[in-house]
């Protein structure tokens, strides 16, 4: 399966862009119309090489478990326990794996290549799937033209994740620039405000923006950062449906991540139904000047010690940009990763000191001046265990046989476990993952109170799920609405509207010069120039 997502990811991109004719503003069209096609032909493609097979066993009342294994999707590695999800068989596992794969010996289903093949060294794939993973792995976009990184292209790391592009063929022009001649004649910071005033003969950049303090906003995170989510209606038989199933190529080409939702810069409305909105739209409300200008530096699996393989994606031209805030959360994968043997494997308070301060000696060269970062300590994952293990995970919900207890024990098995530290029925284990990610946490805050840098302020701030917890209690909900259903450890949109909201408030409180001054400008902005050009 994994060749054959390649190449329809592959070809996903590939027919919009080798379109005769297709002129850069259908690109967006054409992509809605090969993500159906992707959408329909991944299905059919499942379907027809595995369909039968799966038919005939869960006919034979084989679950999910026998499935995979007798498919060879899951695998024992010798000495190694079997792992299984769901309720093993009345009967042994042997007895019941050697009658499953009986049923599909004769099938062609097993000569299916499942590794060692790859789709991408085809001569005419080669090359996009070449672009496509140095987007990904380096986190720039993967359609930039003028190499500027910002984009028109939303997915594989467009405006998704930063400010869309207005100029696609002119790497002077982007999100967050200081304005070139008040953008008299075009728009070079991409906000939307531009030209000159016919009352007055005075550009509108320079009669709504000049003085008003204009700045972006820049997230180093990592999954949480970035908003993984999977939906439970995609992994619910009953649930599934060509609409329920229409974002999906979308998730898949956002890495499953949801930067448009997110709490530090989405831009986009809450699918969720609250009122509260992310960082970025309070900074856009306060100051309309500061339209567009948001990156999502994240990584699923980013950590303090990998960040420097991707931080470079970071745009901001000292001399030419305006000042940014700059959010460190990396708030998990210090502490969290997939090992049995969890905790010497955890980033050190001494690691942390070292990397930490390199980032922040990266983001000093530059920043331009007047800029603030705030360090962001980790959360505490206990809350998982102790909120969701008896619950039924959307896979168990039909039967009442899969609670979280049994997911995260299933993955601990395959130590692929995005957490085996909190993500354990070991409350020893629990406790020592929390004491490490509270030993971080105090080396965060110092760095932040006995550092100084030329072109920033430091600060720092307690990640505090609890109060966000208590916010949300209070408005009649439970504790475990606030966590992602599917992989039960990534707190959802819920949460990170929530967590930027109470983020909005105390530096509001405390640090206002981080935020810059209200635009009294931004009525007639809105008149003249109303939505700026959208998103």
């Known amino acids: 399966m994994k060749a054959a997502w390649k190449i329809l990811l592959a070809l996903q991109f590939l027919l919009p862009l080798l379109t005769p004719g297709s002129p850069a503003h259908e690109v967006s069209r054409g992509h809605t119309c090969v993500?159906?096609?992707?959408?329909?032909?991944?299905?059919?493609?499942?379907?027809?090489?595995?369909?039968?097979?799966?038919?005939k066993l869960l006919s034979a009342d084989m679950?999910?478990?026998?499935?995979?294994h007798s498919l060879e999707f899951c695998k024992?590695?010798?000495?190694?326990?079997?792992?299984?999800?769901?309720?093993?068989?009345?009967?042994?596992?042997?007895?019941?794996?050697?009658?499953?794969?009986?049923?599909?010996k004769k099938s062609q289903t097993v000569k299916y290549p499942r590794s060692g093949s790859d789709i991408c060294s085809l001569p005419f794939l080669a090359k996009i799937c070449q672009q496509i993973k140095y987007a990904i792995e380096n986190s720039v976009p993967f359609k930039d033209v003028d190499s500027d990184k910002y984009s028109v292209f939303s997915t594989l790391r467009g405006y998704h994740w930063r400010g869309r592009d207005c100029d696609d063929r002119n790497r002077m022009a982007y999100p967050g620039r200081r304005p070139d001649?008040?953008?008299?004649?075009?728009?070079?910071?991409?906000?939307?405000?531009?030209?000159?005033?016919?009352?007055?003969?005075?550009?509108?950049e320079k009669k709504f923006c000049e003085g008003s303090q204009p700045r972006g906003i820049i997230l180093l995170g990592d999954s949480a950062g970035a908003h993984f989510s999977i939906s439970p209606k995609w992994i619910t038989a009953s649930q599934m449906s060509l609409s329920t199933l229409v974002n999906l190529p979308t998730a898949l080409t956002d890495e499953l991540d949801w930067p448009q939702f997110s709490g530090a810069?989405?831009?986009?409305?809450?699918?969720?139904?609250?009122?509260?909105?992310?960082?970025?739209?309070?900074?856009?409300?306060?100051?309309?000047?500061?339209?567009?200008?948001?990156?999502?530096?994240?990584?699923?699996?980013?950590?303090?010690?990998?960040?420097?393989?991707?931080?470079?994606?970071?745009?901001?031209?000292?001399?030419?940009?305006?000042?940014?805030?700059?959010?460190?959360?990396?708030?998990?994968?210090?502490?969290?990763?997939?090992?049995?043997?969890?905790?010497?494997?955890?980033?050190?308070?001494?690691k942390l000191f070292s990397k930490v301060m390199q980032t922040l000696k990266h983001l000093n060269s530059h920043l331009p001046n007047g800029s603030h970062v705030i360090l962001y300590g980790l959360a505490d994952g206990t809350f998982l265990w102790d909120n969701l293990q008896n619950r039924y995970h959307p896979l168990g919900q039909l039967n009442k046989d899969v609670t979280y207890a049994q997911l995260y024990s299933f993955l601990n098995c395959l130590q692929v476990s995005p957490c085996h530290g909190w993500m354990s029925s070991n409350k020893t284990l629990r406790m020592l993952t929390s004491e490490r990610a509270e030993q971080l946490s105090t080396t965060l805050k110092k760095i932040a109170t006995s550092q100084k840098f030329?072109?920033?302020?430091?600060?720092?701030?307690?990640?505090?799920?609890?109060?966000?917890?208590?916010?949300?209690?209070?408005?009649?909900?439970q504790p475990w609405q606030l966590i992602e259903p599917v992989d039960g450890f990534h707190p959802n949109e819920v949460a990170l509207l929530l967590w930027a909201d109470s983020f909005w408030k105390k530096v509001n409180l405390q640090w206002p010069q981080i935020l810059g001054k209200e635009n009294p400008f931004n009525p007639q902005i809105e008149q003249v120039f109303g939505d700026q050009g959208g998103h």
Request: charge should be neutral; charged fraction near 25%.
């Open 63 to 68: 679950n999910a478990d026998v499935v995979c």
């Open 454 to 477: 030329t072109n920033f302020d430091l600060y720092y701030m307690d990640f505090a799920f609890q109060e966000i917890t208590e916010e949300w209690q209070r408005r009649g909900g």
């Open 181 to 204: 001649s008040w953008d008299a004649h075009q728009d070079s910071n991409c906000n939307g405000i531009w030209g000159i005033d016919p009352k007055d003969g005075i550009p509108y």
């Open 76 to 104: 024992q590695d010798a000495g190694q326990p079997l792992c299984h999800l769901y309720p093993a068989p009345k009967v042994t596992w042997k007895f019941t794996l050697e009658k499953a794969r009986r049923i599909v």
């Open 35 to 55: 993500e159906k096609l992707f959408l329909k032909t991944t299905c059919y493609l499942v379907v027809h090489i595995f369909g039968s097979d799966i038919i």
């Open 265 to 350: 810069t989405g831009f986009l409305n809450s699918t969720s139904g609250i009122k509260e909105r992310s960082i970025y739209l309070h900074l856009r409300k306060r100051n309309r000047c500061n339209h567009r200008d948001y990156q999502n530096i994240s990584k699923n699996g980013a950590s303090s010690q990998n960040l420097e393989k991707f931080i470079k994606s970071l745009s901001r031209n000292q001399l030419l940009d305006y000042p940014a805030i700059v959010i460190y959360a990396m708030i998990g994968n210090d502490v969290c990763n997939e090992r049995k043997d969890t905790v010497p494997h955890m980033t050190t308070p001494e």
